[in-house]
Each structure stands twice: as C-alpha cells, then as structure tokens.
C-alpha cells in the first residue's frame, strides 16, 4: 500500500528505433536474426558445456551461466521489441513494464558480476596455477554464483520500487523500444531526486565495483604474465584472457552508450579563453606557445636524461620521469586548443571533443596528483628507513603504485566525465573557460547539477585528500626523523632531498584547492587565472625545481646534452668529409 503507484496512466506507448512504416518489416526481419543467431549460439555453448567432461572446471562453468544470462538478458526486451514492429499501437502495460524493467536489471547485473568473477577465475588460473582446483572449488563457485543472482534481484528490486512511487500522469510515450529506466524516469510529473540519488550512488557503485574488480585482476594478470620467460607461454596466458576482455570492453561500451545517454541539444560549446579583447590575442599565444614548448623540453630532457643515465635508476627517478610525461600529457591536452583559439575568430569545440579534453584533463591530473604522493612515501622510505629501501621500494611495489595511480584516476575520470554526460544543455552554449573544465561546464547545465556537486565535494574531495593527506602524513615522519639527526649536515642533506617535491606539491595542491573546493556559484574569471598554475605552469617548473636543486639530476642533464654534442659534432664531420671527398 505504501509503495502503491499513484499514476493515472494505465499503459505507455514504446516509440520503438523508428517510427516509418517502410522500416518496420526490415528491422523486425534483421532483430529477429539476430535474436535467433543469439539463442542459438549460447544453447549450443551450454550444450557442448554440459555434454563435454573436459569442460567441466569453474571457467567453463561459469561461461554456461553467463550463456543462459545472455539468453534471458535478450528475451526480456527483443520478443516485445519484435511485436511492436508489426503492431500498430506499440503499447505495452504498466505492469508489464515495470515487470520487463526489473528483469532487464536483473540480468544485465547478473552479466555484470559473472564478467567480473570470470576476470577473478582467470587471474587465479595465471597467477595461482598450481592451487586453481582447491582454490576455485565447487563451494567458491556456487557462492560467487549465488551471490551475484542474490545482489542482482535486490539491487533491480530497489530500482523498481522507486520507479513504482512516481506519479506519471502526462505524456504516456517512451522514446526508447523497452522500458529502460532513464527513459521512464523522464514521464514522471514527480520528483525524480531519489531515483537519480540511488542510481548515481548505490547504482554507479553496483556497477563500478565488477569493472575495479576486472581492472585488478587483468593488471595482476599483466604483471604475471610479463614475468613469465618464455615468448610462448605469455601468448598462451593472452589468449585465455582475450575472448573475456572483448566481452569486457563491448559491456562497458554498451553502457556508457545506453545507461549514461546525454540529452542536450547543444552541438557545440565555445570557448571564452583568458581574455575576450582582438588585441590580447597574439601576446597571449606568444606567451603560452614559448611555455608550452618549455614544458615538452624541460620534461623530455628529464625523461632522456633518466632514461639514459645508470645512476639514475632508482624509484625516486623512476616516479619523476613518469611524472613528466603525466606533465606533458595534462599540458597537450589543454594548450594546443587553446592555442587554436587565440588566432581563431569561431574559439568553439564539439560535445564529443569538450568530454573528451574533460576526460584526460582530468586522468593526468589525477596521475599527477597520486605520483606527487607516491613520490612523497619514497622520500619517506629512503629517509626513514634507508637500510631496507631497495627492498622495501621493489620493482614490484614501484610497479603496482604506478597501476593503481592510472587504475584510479582513469575510473575517477569516468565517473566525472559520465555524470556531466547525463545533463540536458539547452541555453548558453559559452564556457567561460580556456578549455572543458567541469565546473564551468555544469554551469551552463539546464537539468540539476546536484549529484554532480555532492559527487565532487565527496568522491571527489576523497580523491584529491587522500594523496594530500598522505603526503603530509610522510613528511611529518621525515619531520620528525630528520630532528633526530645528530649532524647538521645530515640534516640539510635530508631537507635537499625533499625541497624540489616540496615546492611541486605546494604549488599543485594550492591552486587546486583555490578553484575547486568552493561552492558552484562562486565560480569566477579568478579561478581561470589559478587553473593556469597547475595545468601551465606547475608543468613547466617542474623540470627547473627538481633539476637546480638536483645535483644527480644536474649531473644527468649534462651528461645527455655532452652525449647529444657528441653525436652532432660526429654527424657534422661526417657531413663535411663527404663534402671535401672527390
């Protein structure tokens, strides 16, 4: 009773994927291939599955399930989708819709943790061979089996709950061809804030927990398999994954497509840059194109310089030369651009594009700011427990810090780049930025930002606080180890070490927090001025902050510029020798 649906609408209309006659007979002949090739392609996977005993191990096992899901997953919406081809009215009942929503949820989440616990299957075959049967035992397998149709039904159930408390009572007509969630969402005369809430919290998190679960198991899988000898048994170990990563990507694909579909009318966005005067134009690329080309030389000469000197190769080098390249990375994604439109009259860019910059601007610079942490615990390590450093700081540890550095910040990305996705832009189209940034792009949104903010200001702030936190947790140890240094200068030779990361984090963690930990509407023509420091001008120091106050960084640098005069002064007599030859 208290649940009851308070709609006056008896059934809704599926507008289907068109709405000419002249294509409803091809389309309804193509679905029903596909839908025919579908249920007999995972009836006979199950079939040779049951039939064969060699196939009778966990990863087979698994596969039949995910075959039978696949088969249920398509039977939900295609049977109906085909119907309405070849009807005229194309309704579908109230009842019958929700009914076709839950089971829809209920299968695709099924789908969803069956690829995730596959993805835990194949990473205890690689990386685990010799215990695969006891570990994957028949127990484990029907636990994680019960466990994903159980969170499944719940997790579908909540959903359609709150889909059953909404009041629809105008327009009857669902632009989708099935009862989809968001498209239903859309009818509704009341509030839609706790359905969007629960999608975008518990709904992300059900959804974002298998794709980690994946990620971490394949990047395990990767470092495994790069330390396997022989050529034959890292393809051996590939080709077990390959089919399930395909499956994987064509999943996520399909999500990001469907589940987080933009509504905005909006082509385009134009940029408002620095500033809006002709005349400030041609300095303003003058300025940024001499720092842009500073930072891509600084930065390759820190990573040439690294990569070719012996001395140098050690963790802390090892963090600092991926942090120029995350450096120059962050730089390229925004400078070119902007560039552009300094000597164009137009200044605009694409919906597709402005996420785009969105995205990567925001995975280096979370790259950026997980390294600084990084870095930050081995400054910690070297100074604090300096006999044990080179086992402590392995390959291995250096190897899986970086993974979970570009893991994390790519999936933070997503979440971030998905979110504003979901917006409906359909008055100003100007961002009052030099490029995509995400606050000024939800200023220009027609639909609520709310999740959006208490997204940034939780998951967001999480993301940047931790790696903050972490770096002034490892240098209060530093603080207080280096006190307890007898000589001074012991001391200052601990301080050296530190001072170049110091005046990094300073100025990226700074300019950070000026622009974005304050409210939405406080967004202002300062903050454009601030996000120069981090995404110019931090990049372009950092090769002049660690290599002046580097003595082994100096030392480097001029070994590379001695070794490349070498190489010119060698090309060049060569050069002129073939001149003077007869």
């Known amino acids: 009773m208290g649940m009851s649906n308070l709609t006056r609408l008896s059934e809704f209309i599926l507008i289907g994927l068109s709405s000419h006659p002249e294509d409803q007979k091809p389309l309804f002949a193509l679905f029903l291939i596909m839908y025919l090739v579908t249920l007999t392609g995972n009836l006979l996977i199950i079939l040779a599955i049951r039939s064969d005993p060699k196939l009778q191990n966990p990863m087979y096992f698994f596969l039949s399930i995910l075959s039978f899901a696949d088969i249920c997953y398509t039977t939900v919406v295609v049977p109906k989708m085909l119907v309405n081809f070849l009807s005229e009215t194309k309704t579908i009942s109230y009842a019958e819709c929700l009914t076709q929503m839950y089971f829809f949820l209920v299968f695709g989440n099924i789908d969803s943790y069956l690829l995730a616990v596959m993805a835990i299957d194949r990473y205890v075959a690689i990386c685990n061979p010799f215990h695969y049967v006891t570990v994957m035992n028949h127990r484990l397998c029907t636990l994680l089996l019960a466990f994903s149709v159980a969170f499944s039904c719940l997790h579908s159930l909540l959903h359609v709950l709150l889909v059953n408390r909404l009041t ?132 390759l000469l820190i990573i040439l310089a690294i990569r070719s000197d012996p001395k140098l190769q050690n963790p802390m080098y090892f963090f600092l030369s991926i942090l120029s390249f995350a450096d120059i990375c962050y730089t390229t994604v925004v400078v070119p651009k902007m560039l552009v439109n300094f000597l164009s009259e137009t200044k605009t860019i694409s919906y597709a594009e402005c996420l785009t910059q969105m995205y990567f601007f925001l995975v280096f610079g979370n790259i950026d700011s997980y390294l600084l942490a990084v870095m930050a615990i081995d400054r910690y390590v070297a100074i604090c427990n300096p006999f044990h450093y080179v086992t402590v700081m392995n390959h291995r540890l250096c190897t899986l810090l970086l993974a979970f550095s570009v893991a994390f910040s790519c999936l933070h990305s997503l979440l971030h780049v998905l979110l504003v996705n979901r917006l409906t832009f359909c008055a100003s189209n100007v961002i009052q930025h030099f490029f995509c940034d995400v606050n000024p792009v939800l200023k220009l949104a027609c639909s609520s930002t709310f999740v959006n903010e208490v997204v940034a200001m939780t998951e967001g702030m999480a993301s940047v606080m931790a790696p903050c936190i972490c770096i002034i947790i490892s240098y209060l140890r530093i603080l207080i180890a280096v006190f307890n240094i007898p000589s001074a200068s012991g001391k200052c030779k601990a301080f050296s070490t530190c001072s170049s990361h110091l005046t990094v984090v300073t100025l990226f963690y700074g300019s950070i927090t000026y622009v974005y930990f304050q409210p939405l509407s406080n967004y202002t023509v300062k903050d454009r001025i601030a996000t120069i420091i981090y995404t110019v001008l931090t990049s372009m120091l950092n090769p002049f902050i660690y290599s002046l106050r580097n003595k082994d960084m100096k030392r480097g640098l001029e070994k590379l510029i001695s070794r490349v005069k070498t190489q010119m002064d060698m090309l060049s007599t060569a050069q002129a020798n073939k001149i003077h030859e007869p």
């Open 168 to 299: 629809f009572c105008a327009s009857n007509v669902i632009q989708h061809f099935f009862c989809d969630v968001n498209p239903v969402l859309k009818l509704a005369c009341s509030s839609t804030f706790v359905n969007e809430v629960v999608a975008m919290t518990e709904g992300m998190a059900s959804v974002m927990a298998p794709c980690i679960c994946i990620i971490i198991s394949y990047l395990r899988i990767l470092i495994a398999v790069f330390n396997i000898p022989s050529a034959s048994g890292k393809c051996k170990a590939f080709s077990t994954c390959s089919s399930h990563l395909t499956v994987d990507l064509l999943s996520v694909g399909a999500f990001k497509s469907m589940g987080m579909s933009n509504l905005t009318r909006l082509s385009e966005f134009i940029l408002i840059g620095l500033s809006s005067h002709p005349e400030d134009q041609k300095p303003l690329f003058a300025l940024f194109l001499i720092m842009y080309l500073v930072t891509l030389t600084g930065n």
